[in-house]
């Protein structure tokens, strides 16, 4: 004669929070392109980006320390759709281990790394990421509904109104991404190029270094005055310095946070400043279908990143020669509960029975 099983009051609590987070997984936030890659953004397919055949000056292997990466270390690339535009989103960041928003004036400057890496002489704001370093020496490809784009972008460029640095903004293609306020002119202004692509139906770009000038300049905390960008005085000459290794053979190597990924701010009016070089694209909506943001989609069917371009990096041989890059799926947050309270369900149930 069987049982007559009722769940007990713990696994009957598992299925409501497992139910809860399944219809709430469905829930996708509204996407900006600003440069800020943040968890609760509504990205549906992120990946982590390995170089692991990137070479170093030493022509010895390639052992950055960074946590479940080799190479240079790990980038990022986000892709999603927003649920009320249904344009597409791209979030791009370099690794640090091959460049990173830390600057000095000197050009006796070690930014923060880790491991091997000693950091890259001579990386300035004004001679290295303005006007300089860009998303690839090669057009990156994107194999939308209009045929194949290929593009080049530049990270930022100056914005001049009677010989004076106004802003600095992000090149965008052709300069159609950031209107040049009146009067002003494209002083020094790299951008990219469209190749065959319809620049019309690229939205919006932004860089993470553009948000950090957003953030902390003028409009927002002042940290970074309207003479610090017309001077490139300030922060904008010596960047904020990160939490470092004060003693050892380390010393002045960068300390991770927990994720093995970031790094931590030494001054905390800038904790939420973006070290990591990072590209962030807004695409038209008929550019993709819903397989733009599909985690079953094939990658390669839909982009390929050319090899991108720092000014200097941090020991490379050659500008470019970072390698081929890997791309390892991160699954959703939701997925990852899902499973574990999957788990602890099934050994509730055999543990009671």
């Known amino acids: ?69 080799s190479g240079v270390g790990l980038g990022r690339l986000a892709l999603g759709t927003d649920p009320t535009s249904g344009n597409h989103f791209m979030y791009y960041a370099l690794p640090k281990g091959y460049v990173d928003n830390t600057y000095e004036a000197t050009g006796n400057d070690i930014p923060p790394v880790v491991g091997t890496y000693e950091g890259s002489s001579g990386h300035k704001l004004g001679t290295g990421l303005i006007g300089s370093d860009s998303f690839g020496i090669d057009p990156f490809e994107l194999y939308t509904t209009d045929g194949m784009y290929r593009m080049t972008v530049d990270y930022l460029a100056d914005v001049k109104t009677s010989g004076t640095r106004t802003d600095i903004i992000s090149a965008g293609i052709n300069g159609v991404n950031d209107p040049l306020p009146t009067g002003a002119s494209q002083w ?62 380390d010393q002045g190597l960068a300390i991770l946070a927990a994720d093995g990924y970031s790094y931590q701010p030494a001054e905390l009016q800038f904790a939420d400043w973006i070290y990591e070089v990072a590209y962030e694209f807004e695409f038209d909506s008929s550019l993709f279908g819903p397989e733009w943001a599909d985690p079953t989609t094939e990658l390669h069917t839909l982009l390929t990143l050319a090899p991108p371009h720092a000014s200097p990096n941090k020991g490379l041989l050659g500008q470019g020669a970072i390698g081929d890059p890997v791309f390892s799926l991160v699954p959703e947050p939701s997925a990852v509960l899902l499973m574990g309270l999957g788990l602890i369900g099934w050994g509730l149930l055999k543990r009671q029975y």
């Open 188 to 249: 020094g202004r790299r951008d990219g190029n469209k190749k065959n692509s319809d620049d019309t139906k690229v939205l919006q770009i932004a860089t993470s270094m553009e948000w950090n000038l957003d953030t902390y300049g003028p409009t927002g905390t002042e940290d970074i005055s309207a003479d610090d960008i017309a001077t490139l005085s300030g922060y904008l000459d010596n960047s904020p310095d990160v939490v470092r290794e004060t003693s050892g053979p």
């Open 1 to 69: 004669m069987k049982k007559n099983i009722q769940p007990s009051t713990s696994v009957a609590l598992v299925f409501a929070l497992t139910v809860l987070l399944v219809s709430g997984s469905t829930s996708l936030a509204a996407l900006t392109a600003d440069g800020l890659f943040t968890s609760d953004e509504g990205y549906s397919t992120v990946y982590w980006v390995d170089f692991p055949l990137a070479p170093q000056v030493t022509n010895t292997p390639a052992t950055a320390g960074w946590v479940g990466a």
